[in-house]
């Protein structure tokens, strides 16, 4: 199974179970488990720490590195710890004894089986047929639990435990496959915790500033709107987040096609930028229109009829899900001429200015004003990207992006 085809089984599985779980709760109970996700995401980034990327990259240079795995491990397990009684303790004071804060901690507990994964080794390992099979697993259990557990709004609490135990089964299948190879590992303590987090620490960087950016709006809704409208948006943004299944797609053909012109100099770059950018472009347009005719049913189909709310944000969303795209082209084109440091850097300026403007427009405009500044984002990132391109390739503005748009 390719990774792109795991990707997809994931994205459908996990889909369904949002749906599911939207119809079922209602705009409230999925406003707060919508929180409860995101707390996690924030919670995981920072208990991963690059870790996960530098025991794939030790792991791929040397896959008898077996020192390596119990060194991993060791790190993402204190960082679990430390994280987890970090997080809950800022949750109990924000929170006290709320609905929402016995959601969050049940979402917290998947730091810990998530420690143990051995993903990384088996990425590091080239051996992808084990992720996907495994994480299809893992989602199919979570898939299963929600079903039979989660019946009315009041057993939103419970669908962190789901998501828990679908990680516990991920973790365990992980070790099974892994012993099964005949390894083992040890853990070394805190002796190189210190160590191997100065190495790890610049590889998260990127996706400390990605995660903050998808992580944060829901949260910040529900802080100054409520559960209800968290929901709302959090029912768009997912639907917006399944399409982008499309950027998944370009970064599996796209990258390596791009790192093989970069290394190789059979063609130019600047052709096969400028080519691939036009197809991204009339392609993105096709797609984000035929989304906007059907955004109306494609919301009520898989929602319900309580989110009518969720289809002018979900029709907002797709400008920010069209530069998405667009700027993966150069995102990836940075990536593949190893300037990842350009593209990362684009990210911090642009969440910079995203936080400036939520802060400034929501206060009038609502969830219409993270909106607002998730577009502005995705352009100003795009600009940066632009000049710092047109250093070492021509790219022509008009042509590849503005004709194909009129």
Known sequence: MSLFSMDLALKFIGFLSTAYLARVLGKSGFGSISIGISVLSYALVLADCGLTALGIRKIASDPKANDITGQILNGKLILAVVIFLLTATITFALSGLSENTYIILNYLFFLFPAAFMLEFFFVGSQKMDTVAYVRILGTIIYFLLVLIFI???????????????????????????????????????????????????????????SQFTVAFPVVYIAYIAGNSQAGIFSAAFKMIGLFLVFDRVFVTLFLPKITGVISNREI?????????????????????????????????????????????????????????????????????????????????????????????LTPFWGEYGIIFSFILLDIISLIYMIIYLKKDIEIKIARSIILPVI
């Open 151 to 209: 019946r009315d709004r009041g057993d939103a609490v419970l669908t962190g435990i789901a998501w828990t135990f679908g990680g516990v089964t991920t973790a365990l299948f992980f070790f099974l496959f892994y012993k099964k190879r005949g390894l083992s590992f040890h853990f070394n303590g805190i002796r190189y915790f210190i160590k191997i987090l100065k190495e790890s620490f610049p590889l998260g960087m990127a996706s400390y500033i």
């Open 268 to 360: 130019s770059l600047e052709k096969i930028f400028g080519t691939v950018l036009k197809i991204v472009v009339c392609l993105t347009l096709i797609v984000s229109m035929f989304l906007y005719l059907f955004s109306d049913f494609i919301i009520i189909k898989v929602f319900g009829d309580d989110y009518t709310e969720s289809i002018l944000i979900f029709k907002m969303l797709l400008v920010y899900f069209a530069f998405t795209i667009i700027d993966s082209v150069f995102a990836n084109t940075l990536i593949g001429m190893k300037k990842e440091k350009v593209y990362t850097l684009s990210l911090l300026i642009a969440v910079i200015i995203i936080l400036i403007l939520t802060f400034v």
